[in-house]
Nanobody, 127 residues
Framework: QVQLVESGGGLVQAGGSLRLSCAAS????????VGWFRQAPGKEREFVAA????????YYADSVKGRFTISRDNAKNTVCLKMNSLKPEDTAVYYC????????????????????WGQGAQVTVSS
């Protein structure tokens, strides 16, 4: 079992920046790809970004490409999501999640392939 806890959410004005962190405990974290998803009120949870277990590969949703950066530090069991140039439409609860399959060769954007989830962190961007 992997336990995940997000932190770093908050309220920011449009154009501002926030940095989300996902801290892991339990089963070795470094063997899992990790993704960030978000869910806005009344909408489906959607993929935002993912990083491979080695940290060599990253993938982003088109809506955040060029503005968000995902990174990880396996020595510290953390994954971060740096969010720049935030827009009101980025407002959502952000969740980090660990892949169900250890050492998967490619990162996946499919929500059902992630078995371990954090409790979420609220990000609110005002216009």
């Amino acid at each position: 079992q992997v336990q995940l806890v997000e932190s770093g959410g908050g309220l920011v004005q449009a154009g501002g920046s926030l940095r989300l962190s996902c801290a892991a405990s339990g089963h070795p974290f470094s063997i899992y790809n990790v993704g960030w998803f978000r869910q806005a009120p009344g909408k489906e949870r959607e993929f935002v970004a993912a990083i491979s277990w080695s940290g060599d590969s990253t993938y982003y949703a088109d809506s955040v490409k060029g503005r968000f950066t995902i990174s990880r530090d396996n020595a510290k069991n953390t994954v971060c999501l740096k969010m720049n140039s935030l827009k009101p439409e980025d407002t959502a609860v952000y969740y980090c999640a660990a892949d169900r399959q250890p050492r998967r060769m490619t990162v996946t954007t499919t929500r059902s392939e992630y078995d371990y989830w954090g409790q979420g962190a609220q990000v609110t961007v005002s216009s």
